[in-house]
């Protein structure tokens, strides 16, 4: 990581954030572009840079290599990285990712936004992130699970219920969290649901966790077309992705009045001016395992996903797909993130010159992290919550960090995503103060 670069670079005030790639073509950095969001939040809070720094730097990052034996009996060897940002309000929280693009730039920049994350929502934790670079959809279940326990194994001394505790994320899920659980049981000794959330309700997962991502993207989604004098009946909203997040939202969405006209996955992408039956399109997605061929929708070319005539656009897939051609062409007139970094830099200043109101992931899309909140409190605890008091809760917490969030907005005059940041930046260099330098 060019964690150095990245601060001489935007306390020259250039803003840059791409580098040159093995050929030269300057390519997205979010490590770049992430601290140099924070460094700004910094200086609008009137922070001292060295308070900045260390709120920058990361605190710990671990690199590992990750030995499979693969069905073939041949062995394949992976990187893998835990990345704590910053512990001053808590342990260490966030997800870890499967994809053969994770590096550690993307890591750290995905830890600082957990940082951030947390401290928006006002939960108990730091932020903290991991990876693993490698396509699992080419792994077998079998590969799949002694990757998952052999880098389980190999990031077990950072990680537990008091230190960092991960999560899923891209490309992991439930059965993945058992597996590391497992890991780490066997090697404690002892019972640990609370080294990871996201785990199934029979080892200690909560009700609710499944879709509570999605929840929080909604309630955030409503919240904003309240402040802005809207409301959600005929709002045509476009989804990007239709996975973990982006499947439970077109149902939520539908729901509460919205209508969904576009979704995208990997595979392509499908535009119903009339809107989409969620019912009908889950279905569709289970036979078919793709939105694709979705019966009476128009095929839309994935390059001009964002230009279906729409309201909101929400990207809920991979991150840096609101590039500045992208936000150039985008129809919607407000943008909700439900994927994590889902706006390049240069995309961001788009939207903000067009005036397209942000709701940052950092804000849209913790619902997922404060189910996991309530998990961990609830392993800890040794006592199940029942779903209504789950919901109760979450719901409470997402409309709490948006008004506050909304109320700051008003009072420091920045847009959103620097506001959020703001927020975030603020309660983590109050828990820095308090706690002093040591030793
Ligand atoms: N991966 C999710 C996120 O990016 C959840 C993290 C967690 O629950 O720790 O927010």
């Not at 009476?296 to 230009?307: I, K, N, P, S, T």
Request: hydrophobic share 45%; charged share 20%; net charge negative.
């Amino acid at each position: 990581m060019e964690g150095d670069t990245a601060l001489h670079r935007s306390k020259a005030g250039d803003n840059v954030v791409t580098q040159p790639n093995e050929t030269g073509a300057e390519v997205f950095n979010p490590w770049t572009h992430v601290s140099s969001l924070i460094e700004r939040a910094g200086h609008l809070l009137g922070l001292d840079d060295g308070m900045i720094k260390r709120i920058i730097t990361p605190e710990r990052i671990l690199e590992v290599a990750v030995p499979v034996r693969l069905d073939s009996g041949n062995i394949e060897m992976y990187t893998g990285w835990r990345i704590q940002h910053d512990t001053s309000r808590g342990p260490g929280k966030g997800g870890i990712r499967f994809h053969q693009s994770v590096n550690v730039d993307e890591i750290s920049a995905l830890s600082a936004d957990m940082s951030i994350k947390c401290a928006v929502v006002n939960i108990p934790y730091g932020g903290a992130k991991g990876g693993v670079r490698v396509d699992p959809t080419q792994l077998s279940r079998g590969e799949l699970e002694r990757l998952t326990r052999r880098y389980a194994f190999s990031i077990a001394p950072v990680i537990g219920p008091e230190t960092d505790i991960p999560a899923p994320d891209v490309n992991t899920d439930p059965q993945v969290m058992s597996w590391i659980m497992d890991t780490i049981t066997m090697l404690r000794g002892y019972s640990a649901p609370g080294v990871v959330t996201g785990k199934p309700l029979a080892i200690g997962g909560t009700l609710g966790h499944a879709g509570a991502t999605s929840l929080g993207v909604t309630i955030c989604a409503l919240a904003l077309l309240r402040n802005l004098a809207r409301t959600p009946e005929h709002e045509r909203v476009i989804v990007q992705g239709y996975g973990k997040v982006g499947a439970p939202l077109v149902q939520l969405l539908s729901e509460r009045g919205m209508k969904v006209v576009g979704v995208a996955d990997v595979r392509g992408a499908i535009h119903v001016p009339g809107g989409i039956d969620p019912v009908a399109l889950a279905r569709h997605f289970a036979e078919a395992g793709t939105v694709v061929g979705f019966e009476g929708a128009d095929v839309v070319a994935l390059d001009d996903f964002f230009a279906i005539p729409s309201d909101i656009a929400i990207p809920a897939a991979l991150g840096g797909v609101i590039t500045e051609r992208v936000a150039t062409t985008l129809a919607a007139s407000v943008v909700v993130e439900a994927a994590n970094g889902p706006t390049t830099g240069e995309g961001a200043a788009v939207l903000h010159e067009r005036g397209i109101p942000v709701v940052p992931d950092v804000l849209a899309n913790a619902g997922g992290v404060v189910a996991s909140y309530f998990e961990w409190a609830q392993d800890l605890q040794g006592y199940m919550w029942e779903k209504e008091l789950f919901q109760q809760r979450l719901e409470k917490t997402m409309h709490e960090a948006f008004d506050a969030v909304w109320i700051r907005h008003g009072e420091l005059g920045v847009n959103l995503r620097e506001t959020a940041l703001a927020v975030g930046v603020e309660r983590i260099a109050e828990a820095t103060r308090l706690r002093g330098l040591f030793p």
